[in-house]
């Protein structure tokens, strides 16, 4: 399985930015599919997550209400729209898929397959 993940760029604080990763190798009907994030000097964090059977979401406190995760069947996509964009969400954005139980869904050791990463900056 191949994901690639784009959509990243530079934007000034309260700007919008739409990230997609696109699957290709296998079907995600089991899967659930994650967005994480690694700032400079940080460890990767969980961002959000979609549980593709059934579209239920997840996310990270730091991003709920302001981030919203979706998936298009049609084109093995999952996209994270992300508004009101703050400076500390700067960060390389990767998304992973893997089948997590409930409670792990937020671990990044419950994802077995990554992306490469989209950089996100947001300028004050």
């Known amino acids: 399985v191949q994901l690639q993940a784009f959509g990243g760029g530079m934007v000034q604080t309260g700007g919008s930015l739409r990230l997609s990763c696109a699957a290709s190798?296998?079907?995600?009907?089991?899967?659930?599919v994650a967005w994480f994030r690694q700032a400079p000097g940080k460890e990767r964090e969980f961002a959000a997550a979609?549980?593709?059977?059934?579209?239920?979401?997840y996310y990270a406190d730091s991003v709920k209400g302001r981030f919203t995760i979706s998936r298009d069947p049609a084109k093995n996509t999952v996209y994270l729209q992300m508004n009101s964009l703050k400076p500390e969400d700067t960060a390389v954005y990767f998304c992973?898929?893997?089948?997590?139980?409930?409670?792990?869904?937020?671990?990044?050791?419950?994802?077995?397959?990554w992306g490469q990463g989209t950089l996100v900056t947001v300028s004050s």
């Open positions: 992973a898929i893997g089948r997590p139980i409930l409670s792990a869904i937020r671990r990044i050791g419950s994802y077995n397959y």
């Open positions: 190798g296998r079907t995600l009907g089991a899967y659930a």
């Open positions: 979609i549980r593709w059977s059934v579209g239920a979401t």
